[in-house]
Structures are given as C-alpha cells and as structure tokens.
C-alpha cells in the first residue's frame, strides 16, 4: 500500500523559508491530485495548494505568491516551498492525494513554526 512521508517543517522566523517534501512509496502511485494542507491549533485543516496530474496548481487566497507547489513525477515526491513566511502559515502540513474523487492518502504531517 502506497505511503506518503512529509519532511523538512521547522521553525523560521517571519520573512524565512522552508520547503517541504513529501515521498510516495510502497508500490505504484498514480494519484488523480497531489495537495499540501494544513491544520492550525484549534482549527480545521486547510487546503494550502493542489495540483492535478494534468493542470496548473492552485493556492489558498492567504498563501497565493508566497507558496510554490511542484511535483518531480520520476521521484513521486512533491515539493512545497514557502517563502515570505508568517506566524500564520505555523500549522502541522500534510501532503495527500485523490485517488478517485477523495483525499484517500495521507501523510503523517510535519511541523511549521514561523516565529515574529
């Protein structure tokens, strides 16, 4: 069964970066969408940005121009590289994918810090 593993969350100041990865293994994966969401203390989780097999990403309105998805197929890891960092964007992310119509596949999460 298919396994996705994020990493490289962390803790940054506001204006710093980071970029998380997020590596599928176990067998073939062939998902319909690829997406970064985000889950904050006492919130429910958010999708940040999403990418479908075929098609341009889309971003959520509060990280548009800041956030950058990509996606190395050959590798079956995904990228998520955040910049201009804020204290908002602290969350727990996890990489998923939509095998079908549902968010079917989940990662066990990282930890974003952005400190002001």
């Known amino acids: 069964q298919v396994q996705l593993a994020e990493s490289g969350g962390g803790s940054v100041q506001a204006g710093g970066s980071l970029r998380l990865s997020c590596v599928a293994s176990?067998?073939?994966?062939?998902?319909?969408?690829m997406g970064w969401h985000r889950q904050a203390p006492g919130k429910q989780r958010e999708l940040v940005a999403s990418?479908?097999?075929?098609?341009?990403?889309t971003y959520a309105d509060s990280v548009k121009g800041r956030f950058t998805f990509s996606r190395d197929i050959a590798k079956d890891t995904v990228y998520l590289q955040m910049d201009m960092m804020k204290p908002e964007d602290t969350a727990v992310y996890y990489c998923?994918?939509?095998?079908?119509?549902?968010?079917?596949?989940w990662g066990q999460g990282t930890q974003v810090t952005v400190s002001s």
């Open positions: 998923a994918a939509v095998i079908g119509s549902n968010w079917s596949i």
């Open positions: 176990g067998g073939i994966f062939r998902p319909d969408i």
């Open positions: 990418k479908p097999i075929f098609g341009d990403a």
